[in-house]
């Protein structure tokens, strides 16, 4: 009598951990991949300029995906570049990053909002082009950065520049 109630406990067992197993690993498998720059097309809108030093302005980056569906998770990556130097801007402190699903023509937006600096202060990253990659992919894509100089917080490579997280846009 006993091993009946055993065989069933154990084949109940086995039949969970099989279904929790197929379906953990089949959805996660398609829905791993990540959008790249290439497959999506990303552009840089009129950006609310900060007109002098001291005054905050905002950047706004769309992307729309041009080919099969893909996965936004993390923030995007930007560097702004002067010359031979490069910073990395961190993200938003307070964002919470959104996974976004985009599939083929939907499209997600994100800000970089930034302090002006002073132009010729040390203090300043005279920047003149900042490069974007998506989260998940080490593809890159440079765009010219002409919203004057970016303050630094106590130095030209640490600017006061911030990514903000994806948004979904359109319907």
Do not use: H
């Amino acid at each position: 009598m006993r091993a009946i109630p055993l065989t069933v406990t154990a084949l109940a067992a086995a039949l969970a951990l099989t279904a929790c197993d197929n379906g953990g690993s089949g959805s996660s498998s398609k829905n791993s991949s990540a959008c790249e720059i290439g497959k999506v097309s990303v552009q840089v809108g009129s950006a609310s300029v900060a007109p002098a030093a001291g005054d905050t302005g905002e950047v706004p980056v769309s992307l729309t995906n041009q080919s099969a569906p893909c996965t936004l998770d993390g923030f995007a990556g930007v560097t702004l570049k002067a010359g031979g130097t490069s910073a990395s801007l961190s993200s938003l402190s307070g964002a919470k990053n959104q996974k976004l699903k985009l599939a083929k023509g939907d499209s997600a937006t994100f800000s970089i909002s930034y302090v002006r600096g002073k132009d010729g202060d040390a203090a300043s990253l005279a920047a003149t082009s900042m490069q974007v990659s998506l989260p998940g992919s080490d593809a890159t894509q440079s765009f010219p950065w002409k919203y004057g100089a970016v303050a630094g917080k106590g130095s030209a490579t640490k600017p006061n520049a911030t990514v903000g997280a994806f948004q979904q846009a359109g319907d």
